[in-house]
């Protein structure tokens, strides 16, 4: 199992920048993938960024392409999601995910508010 602590969520002006970090512990070896997700007031959580464990390969939503880089500390414990020119619609509950096979694990997410 893994489990998974989100921080660094708050309240940032339109075009301000905040950077999340998920702290990792338990079968960290074990984890294929790790990404960021986010969910908005009525909406689906999606798929924000993620990277791969073995070749640190990242994919981004083509929403935050260009604005946000998700990294791994090289001890592999802890996760970042660095999120620069932010956008009212950026607004959520961003969640820590982590998949070893075929299961998830997530964190308990963090609130990110962009005022416009």
């Known amino acids: 199992q893994v489990q998974l602590v989100e921080s660094g969520g708050g309240l940032v002006q339109a075009g301000g920048s905040l950077r999340l970090s998920c702290a990792a512990a338990?079968?960290?070896?074990?984890?294929?993938?790790m990404a960021w997700y986010r969910q908005a007031p009525g909406k689906q959580r999606e798929l924000v960024a993620s990277?791969?464990?073995?070749?640190?390969?990242?994919n981004y939503a083509g929403s935050v392409k260009g604005r946000f880089t998700i990294s791994r500390d090289n001890a592999k414990t802890t996760l970042y999601l660095q999120m620069n020119s932010l956008l009212p619609e950026d607004t959520a509950i961003y969640y820590c995910?982590?998949?070893?096979?075929?299961?998830?694990?997530w964190g308990q997410g963090t609130q990110v508010t962009v005022s416009s």
């Open positions: 338990g079968s960290i070896f074990s984890i294929g993938t």
């Open positions: 990277i791969t464990t073995s070749t640190s390969t990242t």
């Open positions: 995910n982590s998949r070893i096979g075929a299961w998830d694990y």
